[in-house]
């Protein structure tokens, strides 16, 4: 379905164009219809020749409800420009023409009307200046046709028109992402409350959770209508009243979105691209206060500069928004900027969550900028990738604001040009774990100097434990345990299950250390079988030998040199297997040592699954 605006200056016929296109008044409030002027957004609907249905939202033309007209035309596929032939072009024509223009709603018909009031040649000339008007705007050889709401004349053409461009209108795309900005809410009794707007991004079905984006708020749809009809389910495209249980009418306004829950949440600062309106009264100062409208919504906002002191009228630059009041908004997504009397300007959302930019006239941000706003699919999401990752598929698709199939059917090419690193398979596995190139670049750099600083530290151990690693790397357990596979894969750490160390690190003993292990041997050495304690070394020093196999600990404190302890393990087997069994009492006869060493190193043994204790004694596993 298509939702078609009005647009166009206070008092042109607006509000009487649509009452008899469609045989509903939408000035709705009796002080419209006291004052003959409409204050707030009015919705009807009609079914063309060609037996399509579309929605058709009023805006009121006085320059006081500008804000108001913003709200109606944010996501309409067709806009009808008003101009009454006795008044030809006048000061809100042209606002809201630049602000279609700027909206880039592209699909225009202009409907001179009250053509009752004037003669032909009157006609003619209000077309001429029509003309002038639509140059270099996205309405430049749009159709016109004049009309008398009064008399009838032009309405079957009007309505063939509406048709002919209809046809050629793309339908609303489905993003899997609904997205209603909400336009009015009310209660009514039985039922609760009432949301409405004009739905985009994807569907809506009774039943669903559903979040005001703003608050986070969860409410679920209890009931859908369109054009006063019950429906089960709707596409995108259409105006829709949605019943909420779960949520009172004072806790939804105008301007909030109602949406699916989890993934748009309200931002104070986003990038775009600014392009001012070609009339504006003033130049557009860094850091300049205005009122940014987007959808049904608006907030304070100031406005900086990135590239460039002033905005002049016509210009166009990349900014910074910074939000008073937090608004979701979407990659893509156009917006109005307005001083207190005048529309200066707007523009595209290029990036709904960047960084605070401090700086401005940096070459590295605007090019970031421009990428995401004029790039391909695949430079899109290696920045995206660049900012966010390491990021999940459904993170990735969000933020680049590309459908998931189509972030999906890229991502092997970006693989394999190396643009992109993936963490898991990212067609399957829903955890898997995107990089881009840089960013995977950036960590592995990040965990080599992590380990050369630890084998400094700690020259003397195998590696660092895994853990101490990840907190230097501000990682997910999950992220770090999928990233730790490929460093190993590429050979940027040796796993040993115990620690993580660099290929090429090898414990390296100083000459005094040497000296030092020497010493320590040759007591050992000494009398082998009841070593003696005089000489000790470092505990460093000592897993070092251990390390090595010079020496075997068989208990807290008693160490034998590594030939001493493997002449006693092949002694006692030897026994054994002659034997049968033996007691720490024959041990210690065979070696002439002492309980203190013999009972440790049948332990041992028994530890080490060589022996088994039976009793006071010991026999052969
Ligand atoms: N003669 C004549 N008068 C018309 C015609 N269309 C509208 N009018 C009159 O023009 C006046 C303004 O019409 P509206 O339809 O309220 O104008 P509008 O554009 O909706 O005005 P706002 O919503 O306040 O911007 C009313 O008095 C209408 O009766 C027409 O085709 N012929
Ligand atoms: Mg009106």
Same mark, same amino acid.
């Given at each position: 379905?298509?939702?078609?605006?009005?647009?166009?200056?206070?008092?042109?016929?607006?509000?009487? *164009?649509?009452?008899?296109?469609?045989?509903?008044?939408?000035?709705?409030?009796?002080?419209?219809?006291?004052?003959?002027?409409?204050?707030?957004?009015?919705?009807?609907?009609?079914?063309?020749?060609?037996?399509?249905?579309?929605?058709?939202?009023?805006?009121?033309?006085?320059?006081?409800?500008?804000?108001?007209?913003?709200?109606?035309?944010?996501?309409?596929?067709?806009?009808?420009?008003?101009?009454?032939?006795?008044?030809?072009?006048?000061?809100?024509?042209?606002?809201?023409?630049?602000? $279609?223009?700027?909206?880039?709603?592209?699909?225009?018909?202009?409907?001179?009307?009250?053509?009752?009031?004037?003669?032909?040649?009157?006609?003619? $000339?209000?077309?001429?200046?029509?003309?002038?008007?639509?140059?270099?705007?996205? +309405?430049? %050889?749009?159709?016109?046709?004049?009309?008398?709401?009064?008399?009838?004349?032009?309405?079957?053409?009007?309505? @063939?028109?509406?048709?002919?461009?209809?046809?050629?209108?793309? @339908?609303?795309?489905?993003?899997?992402?609904?997205? *209603?900005?909400?336009?009015?809410?009310?209660?009514?009794?039985? +039922?609760?409350?009432?949301?409405?707007?004009?739905?985009?991004?994807?569907?809506?079905?009774?039943?669903?959770?559903?979040? $005001?984006?703003?608050?986070?708020?969860?409410?679920?749809?209890?009931?859908?209508?369109?054009?006063?009809? /019950?429906?089960?389910?709707?596409? &995108?495209?259409?105006?829709?009243?949605?019943?909420?249980?779960?949520?009172?009418?004072?806790?939804?306004?105008?301007?909030?979105?109602?949406?699916?829950?989890?993934?748009?949440?309200?931002?104070?600062?986003?990038?775009?691209?600014?392009?001012?309106?070609?009339?504006?009264?003033?130049?557009? /100062?860094?850091?300049?206060?205005?009122?940014?409208?987007?959808?049904?919504?608006?907030?304070?906002?100031?406005?900086? *500069?990135? !590239?460039?002191?002033?905005?002049?009228?016509?210009?166009?630059?990349?900014?910074? $928004?910074?939000?008073?009041?937090?608004?979701?908004?979407?990659?893509?997504?156009?917006?109005?900027?307005?001083?207190?009397?005048?529309?200066?300007?707007?523009?595209?959302?290029? !990036?709904?969550?960047?960084?605070?930019?401090?700086?401005?006239?940096?070459?590295?941000?605007?090019?970031?900028?421009?990428?995401?706003?004029?790039?391909?699919?695949?430079?899109?999401?290696?920045?995206?990738?660049?900012?966010?990752?390491?990021?999940?598929?459904?993170?990735?698709?969000?933020?680049?604001?590309?459908?998931?199939?189509?972030?999906?059917?890229?991502?092997?090419?970006?693989?394999?040009?190396?643009?992109?690193?993936?963490?898991?398979? +990212? %067609?399957?596995?829903?955890?898997?774990?995107?990089?881009?190139?840089?960013?995977?670049?950036?960590?592995?750099?990040?965990?080599?100097?992590?380990?050369?600083?630890?084998?400094?530290?700690? &020259?003397?151990?195998?590696?660092? &434990?895994?853990?101490?690693?990840?907190?230097?790397?501000?990682?997910?357990?999950?992220?770090?345990?999928?990233?730790?596979?490929?460093?190993?894969?590429?050979?940027?750490?040796?796993?040993?299950?115990?620690?993580?160390?660099?290929?090429?690190?090898?414990?390296?003993?100083?000459? /005094?250390?040497?000296?030092?292990?020497?010493?320590?041997?040759?007591?050992?050495? /000494?009398?082998?079988?009841?070593?003696?304690?005089?000489?000790?070394?470092?505990?460093?020093?000592?897993?070092?030998?251990?390390?090595?196999?010079?020496?075997?600990?068989?208990?807290?404190?008693?160490?034998? !040199?590594?030939?001493?302890?493997?002449?006693?393990?092949?002694?006692?087997?030897?026994?054994?297997?002659?034997?049968?069994?033996?007691?720490?009492?024959?041990?210690?006869?065979?070696?002439?040592?002492?309980?203190?060493?013999? *009972?440790?190193?049948?332990?041992?043994?028994?530890?080490?699954?060589?022996?088994?204790?039976?009793?006071?004694?010991?026999?052969?596993?």
């Amino acid at each position: 379905m298509y939702v078609i605006g009005t647009a166009g200056h206070v008092d042109h016929g607006k509000s009487t *164009l649509v009452k008899a296109l469609t045989d509903i008044d939408p000035d709705r409030f009796p002080e419209e219809k006291a004052r003959e002027m409409t204050i707030d957004l009015g919705f009807a609907w009609m079914t063309l020749p060609s037996g399509r249905e579309v929605s058709i939202v009023d805006v009121p033309g006085h320059e006081r409800f500008i804000k108001n007209m913003l709200a109606g035309v944010g996501a309409i596929d067709l806009a009808l420009l008003i101009v009454a032939a006795d008044e030809s072009v006048m000061t809100q024509t042209r606002e809201h023409l630049a602000i $279609l223009d700027i909206l880039q709603i592209t699909r225009g018909l202009v409907v001179i009307t009250k053509t009752d009031l004037v003669d032909e040649e009157m006609v003619e $000339l209000v077309k001429e200046d029509i003309l002038d008007t639509l140059q270099r705007t996205s +309405f430049e %050889g749009c159709p016109m046709v004049a009309v008398s709401a009064y008399s009838g004349d032009g309405m079957p053409e009007l309505k @063939a028109t509406m048709d002919t461009i209809l046809d050629e209108t793309d @339908a609303r795309k489905d993003l899997g992402r609904p997205r *209603l900005p909400i336009d009015r809410c009310f209660t009514i009794s039985g +039922f609760g409350t009432v949301v409405t707007g004009t739905l985009i991004d994807g569907t809506l079905t009774v039943g669903q959770e559903v979040e $005001l984006a703003g608050s986070g708020q969860k409410a679920r749809v209890r009931g859908l209508q369109s054009h006063k009809t /019950k429906v089960d389910a709707t596409d &995108p495209g259409v105006r829709l009243a949605v019943n909420l249980s779960g949520l009172s009418k004072d806790e939804v306004e105008r301007g909030d979105i109602l949406t699916i829950p989890g993934w748009l949440k309200p931002t104070y600062r986003l990038d775009a691209r600014l392009r001012m309106v070609k009339n504006a009264p003033n130049p557009l /100062k860094h850091n300049q206060g205005v009122t940014f409208h987007l959808f049904t919504s608006e907030s304070p906002a100031r406005v900086r *500069l990135l !590239d460039t002191e002033r905005l002049t009228a016509g210009e166009e630059g990349w900014v910074q $928004l910074l939000l008073t009041d937090p608004l979701p908004v979407v990659k893509g997504d156009f917006f109005v900027i307005r001083s207190a009397e005048d529309t200066l300007g707007g523009g595209q959302i290029v !990036d709904p969550n960047p960084r605070r930019r401090y700086r401005r006239f940096d070459d590295d941000v605007i090019e970031r900028m421009m990428t995401l706003d004029q790039g391909t699919g695949g430079d899109i999401i290696i920045s995206v990738a660049e900012q966010w990752g390491p990021c999940d598929m459904t993170t990735l698709s969000q933020r680049s604001n590309l459908p998931r199939e189509e972030v999906s059917a890229r991502m092997s090419q970006l693989v394999e040009e190396g643009e992109i690193v993936t963490l898991g398979d +990212f %067609g399957t596995d829903a955890d898997a774990v995107v990089y881009s190139a840089q960013g995977w670049n950036i960590l592995k750099s990040k965990v080599a100097s992590a380990l050369q600083l630890y084998h400094t530290q700690y &020259p003397l151990r195998q590696g660092a &434990p895994a853990q101490e690693i990840r907190s230097r790397l501000d990682l997910s357990q999950p992220v770090y345990q999928r990233a730790l596979v490929r460093l190993v894969e590429e050979q940027v750490v040796v796993d040993d299950r115990q620690s993580l160390r660099l290929p090429e690190h090898e414990i390296a003993l100083t000459p /005094k250390m040497e000296e030092e292990a020497d010493a320590y041997l040759h007591s050992l050495q /000494k009398d082998p079988y009841s070593p003696s304690t005089d000489v000790n070394v470092s505990s460093e020093l000592l897993g070092v030998l251990i390390d090595q196999g010079k020496v075997v600990r068989v208990g807290d404190g008693v160490i034998f !040199d590594a030939g001493a302890y493997k002449t006693m393990t092949d002694k006692i087997i030897e026994h054994l297997k002659s034997q049968g069994n033996i007691t720490v009492a024959e041990a210690r006869t065979m070696f002439d040592s002492s309980r203190k060493y013999i *009972l440790p190193l049948m332990e041992h043994l028994d530890q080490q699954q060589i022996t088994r204790r039976n009793g006071d004694e010991r026999v052969l596993r």
